[in-house]
């Protein structure tokens, strides 16, 4: 089993987590942990480690919003003390989607990782680039 961490600045992990939700429905091992104005990164770590208490013979993958920041440092040092922790930084609502409908398919968080980060980069694109490979509709008389 491969439980879920998510965790950021200001209300990135709640919000991300409630879309998440929306999309592939609640699971009890996917977790959201804010880091609020006004919370030391101590405060942080110890929400974390409390979390990982709960995991302690599962792989775990803790998503963060962006590297160097507190969340990602205390989720690096965290991970430090344990083989079965990965840490993943620049989180999309897409790769928490892939992430969380795979998760079971991996015994360890770091091949679920090296699962997500290659399939990211189709995640991610613009409306101009996407254009240019799907043709167009082919015109219609219908419409205004």
Request: hydrophobic fraction near 40%; glycine fraction near 8%; proline fraction near 5%.
């Amino acid at each position: 089993m491969t439980a879920i961490i998510i965790t950021g600045h200001g209300q990135f992990a709640t919000g991300i987590h409630s879309a998440l939700t929306l999309i592939s429905g609640t699971s009890p091992d996917v977790h959201a942990v804010n880091f609020e104005e006004g919370d030391t990164p101590d405060a942080l770590g110890e929400k974390l480690a409390k979390i990982l208490k709960i995991y302690e013979n599962d792989s775990v993958v803790i998503f963060t919003d962006i590297i160097g920041g507190a969340p990602f440092r205390q989720a690096a040092l965290l991970a430090s003390s344990r083989e079965n922790i990965d840490v993943v930084y620049g989180t999309t609502l897409h790769m928490l989607v892939e992430a969380t409908l795979e998760k079971d398919d991996y015994d360890a968080a770091r091949a679920l990782v090296a699962q997500l980060l290659e399939n990211a980069r189709e995640g991610i694109g613009s409306l101009s680039s996407y254009s240019r490979k799907v043709p167009p509709p082919p015109a219609t008389e219908e419409g205004l």
